[in-house]
Each structure stands twice: as structure tokens, then as C-alpha cells.
């Protein structure tokens, strides 16, 4: 069944590969000398970073706007239902100590929302400390320090938010049915009622055996 | 085509907006965090300022701790970064020398790193600061006074300015003949306690506490005292020549 529309896959791997070349390009930049293998060519690097930057504004920004195509999937993302908080006190206690099941989700359920908003103020707080990193000499020397500092930081709260994130779509059996939805735009029916059956559409009910029809033949022979 | 939500349940109906509050709940605590991080930065750049000399030979570093700060595989909240405009030249201690000469001097002088060695050795301990904004307080600088150099062979009244030039061929800084002989303008070998790395400037750099990181030349091998004044590297692209720290000119732009 169809998950994702066009302008939401193009959006997110537009995002992932601005995302992927910025976190390359800064590990260039920020990894100590002996253990860095482009430290010759730090200046090209550099303005890889600050190109992919400017690309990511590029990205984000139109698809902020009121109206924007992806304005859905704002909204799926930020809204939060009972089964949400439900969900998510649940899922941190292990599968097998766990006495009810986890309830129903949307589109997205209640951890990919939380990885969702973390990853998005975390990207407005990148384009905040890079853009006083980036002027850094026209500022004060300790708001420069600051902002390296906490761009750091941002960076270890990103890096495993992305790592869970690929686990999930990559490598766990159990969720992995989901990329196909990211690549086509669809995903199985039988995926989306287990993960996701708030937003799925239940499986229609057998048909009551109904006693005016006469067995077939067959039926009757295998009886 | 089906639209992937024309399934949604009531339930979503009624939902409540709360990512928008848990996005500017992080941007809140990420402003704050900054800001006092900031402040913090601040506070302390003001108490640190001053270079303070450390007696030799009983330098109060712990030879486990010897290189924090200085070593590239350490990752420390303090420190340095490495820029270099050009290659990190090669150091080879057979070849390498320390060449003294210009229209200010009353004669020309090379040096090996043992002879350098063998000039008085001082120890000044201070905060090194970037222009771009990050610090490394309580470096403890060993090596020799850069007027200890000059005077072995004896300035003249041309003496107006000295040269420091790097060994990569491209970069170079100077200062005035009274900076270059102030107490705090060494070339130094040593940092806290560990020699120089390479990417530091091994074997020899120039240390200038007063000025941001760019006006202390790494990799030395010449100093050429002079009339005129020559235009370092950075000062080409715009920067200051009098980079004190704290200055106006080079704090704010």
C-alpha cells in the first residue's frame, strides 16, 4: 500500500545524501591529524562542507513553507496520540516481560516521530553553530569556541540518531519491509497492518459461512 | 493511484501537535546551553589572559599528561586544531638549521637545533588562542628568547623588524624589533614537557602569547631583521598585523 508520495522520498534522500556528505566532509575536518586521511586536502574539503550545507538550506527550506508538498508528513510527524505515549512506555520494556502488546501506530510510529524532530532541531542547531563557526573571525573569539563546541556535540546526538536509523531500515528483519516504502513508495499490506495498523487498513473479515450455499463438489468429496 | 492517507483513523484526528513543542523545547535547551557555554568561554578568557613565566626544571606537569593538548589523537573539549597553508614540511635533524641574517643584524648565523638548545632556555606558561574562536589554556612553552638569537650577533640601527619564515616556502609573519625582543616572543621546541609534533611545527615555532595563533609562525628556519616591514601571510588576505588578543580589530572583524 502507498506510504510515501514522490515529493516525500524525493525530500528525504535529497536531506540524506546533504546529510551524508556533511557528516563526511566534517569528520575531514574534525579528525586530529594522525588519523586523517584528507588532511592534505582540507581546504577542498571544506568547501564540501560548506556547499552541502547550503544544499540542505536549499532542501529544507521550500519544504518548510505552508503549503509545501510534504506539509503531510509535518503533520503525521508532529502529531502524537494516546497510543503514541502508550507505545512508547511500552517498547522499552523487552518483548518478553511485556504484558500487553504494543498498541497500533500511524504512519510513523512514536519512536521514528521522537528520531524525526531530534533530527530536525538538531539540523537547526548545525545551520545556527556551523553559520558562527563558518563567520567565526568577525564574532566574539568565546561565541565562536561556544558554537564549535556545541557543534560537536550536535554531531554525537545526529550520528547515532542516523545509525539506529539505517539499523532499522537495513539490517532488523523485522522493520526492514519499510525501505521498500522510502524507495517506491510502497509497502506490503501485511508489513503496514503489523507496524503500523492505526494507519493501515484492516483486513477484511472472512466471510461467514453462509448455509444457503451448497458445498462445492470438491468440498464435499474431500469431506 | 491510493493516497497513503486516506486510511488514518480517527484517533489521528484528535492528536496533539507535540513535535513542534518537543522541536522548540530542544532548540530552547540547545539556545541556553549555548549561551552559557558562551558566557562560561567568556568568564574564563578574562581571568587567563596574562602569559606567566614557569621556573625551568621543575615545570608542574605530569609526564602522563605531558601532551594533552598538543597530541592529535587525544580528543580534549581544549585542544589545538592544525592549519598549515601549505605542506607540513619534513624535519630532518642532520639537515635541519635556524638561519639568522637581514640589513638589521651585523651578520648572518646558523644554527643547529643543539646550539639553539644551548642559548638561555625559558619557560612561559599561557593560553594559546586562535582568531577563529578556540583556545588551549596552560600551554607551557619551552625554548629560547628570540632577542637571545639576535643578539648573538648584534642588531643595528636598521633593526625595525624581524621576519619569521616558515619552513613549508610559503608562510611567513613578522613583528616589530620591540615584540621580537620582549620577554614572552620565544622559539620554542618544547610543549608542556613533549617536543613539538609535527603539525605543531617540529622542530622550532615561534611563540607569541600576546597575539592570536597566525602571528606565531611554525616550522622557523628563518629570521630576517630588517627596515621594512613585511606582510605576513594572513595579513595579505585582510587580517591584522597587530593581532592582540582581545583587540577590537581582530575580535570583531
Not at chain 1, 28 to 40: I, T
Not at chain 1, 52 to 79: C, K, M, Q, T, Y
Not at chain 2, 132 to 137: F, N, S
Not at chain 2, 200 to 227: A, C, H
Amino acid at each position: 500500500m502507498p506510504r510515501f508520495s514522490v515529493n516525500e522520498r524525493v525530500v528525504h534522500w535529497l536531506f540524506a545524501a546533504a546529510i551524508f556528505a556533511l557528516l563526511i566532509s566534517g569528520l575531514g575536518l574534525w579528525l586530529p591529524p594522525a588519523a586523517n586521511p584528507v588532511l592534505d586536502h582540507r581546504d577542498a574539503v571544506r568547501t564540501v562542507h560548506l556547499d552541502a550545507s547550503l544544499a540542505l538550506l536549499a532542501i529544507v527550506i521550500p519544504a518548510l513553507g505552508r503549503g509545501a508538498p510534504i506539509n503531510r508528513l509535518w503533520h503525521d510527524v508532529e502529531f502524537f496520540t494516546r497510543g503514541d505515549w502508550l507505545w512508547l512506555r511500552r517498547i522499552v520494556i523487552p518483548k518478553r516481560w511485556r504484558r500487553r502488546p504494543l498498541p497500533p501506530q500511524g504512519r510513523f510510529n512514536a519512536g521514528q516521530k521522537l528520531n524525526s524532530v531530534a533530527t530536525a532541531a538538531a539540523t537547526v542547531g548545525f545551520v545556527i553553530t556551523g553559520t558562527v563557526m563558518w563567520q567565526g573571525e568577525r564574532l566574539s573569539p568565546s561565541l565562536a569556541l561556544a558554537s564549535d563546541t556545541w557543534h560537536i556535540w550536535l554531531m554525537w546526538l545526529i550520528v547515532p540518531l542516523i545509525a539506529g536509523h539505517m539499523v532499522l531500515a537495513l539490517v532488523l528483519p523485522s522493520t526492514r519491509p519499510a525501505l521498500r516504502g522510502i524507495v517506491f513508495g510502497n509497502v506490503r499490506l501485511d508489513f503496514a497492518r503489523r507496524r503500523h495498523g492505526a494507519w493501515a487498513p484492516a483486513a477484511e473479515p472472512e466471510p461467514e459461512p453462509d448455509s444457503a450455499t451448497p458445498e462445492s463438489p470438491t468440498d464435499g468429496t474431500a469431506a | 493511484m491510493d493516497s497513503p492517507f486516506e486510511h488514518a483513523p480517527d484517533e489521528l484526528l484528535s492528536a496533539r501537535p507535540i513535535g513542534r513543542r518537543i522541536f522548540l523545547g530542544m532548540l530552547g535547551v540547545g539556545a541556553a546551553g549555548l549561551a552559557f557555554t558562551e558566557l562560561g568561554l567568556r568568564n574564563d578568557a578574562a581571568g587567563d589572559g596574562l602569559p606567566q613565566a614557569v621556573p625551568l626544571g621543575s615545570t608542574p606537569i605530569d609526564s602522563s599528561e605531558s601532551s594533552i593538548g598538543q597530541h592529535p589523537n587525544l580528543v580534549t573539549t581544549e585542544r589545538f586544531r592544525y592549519y598549515s597553508v601549505g605542506y607540513i614540511p619534513a624535519y630532518d635533524p642532520k639537515k635541519w638549521n635556524l638561519r639568522l641574517d637581514g640589513e638589521g643584524v651585523k651578520g648572518n648565523l646558523v644554527l643547529t637545533l643543539d646550539q639553539l638548545k644551548a642559548f638561555p632556555n625559558v619557560a612561559i606558561k599561557a593560553t594559546f588562542r586562535c582568531v577563529t574562536g578556540w583556545r588551549v589554556r596552560d600551554c607551557v612553552w619551552r625554548g629560547v628568547r628570540v632577542r637571545d638569537v639576535v643578539d648573538a650577533v648584534g642588531q643595528n640601527g636598521k633593526a625595525k623588524f624581524v621576519t619569521f619564515y616558515s619552513g613549508d616556502g610559503v608562510y611567513t609573519d613578522s613583528l616589530t624589533i620591540a615584540q621580537a625582543r620582549s620577554d614572552d616572543a620565544i622559539l620554542c621546541w618544547e610543549l608542556n614537557g613533549a617536543p613539538l609534533i609535527r603539525e605543531q611545527g617540529m622542530p622550532l615555532r615561534l611563540i607569541y602569547p600576546d597575539m592570536y595563533g597566525y602571528k606565531n609562525v611554525k616550522w622557523v628556519r628563518r629570521l630576517e631583521v630588517k627596515s621594512g616591514r613585511d606582510v605576513g601571510f594572513w595579513e595579505q588576505q585582510g587580517w591584522e598585523i597587530e593581532a592582540y588578543i582581545g583587540s577590537p580589530s581582530t575580535s570583531s572583524g
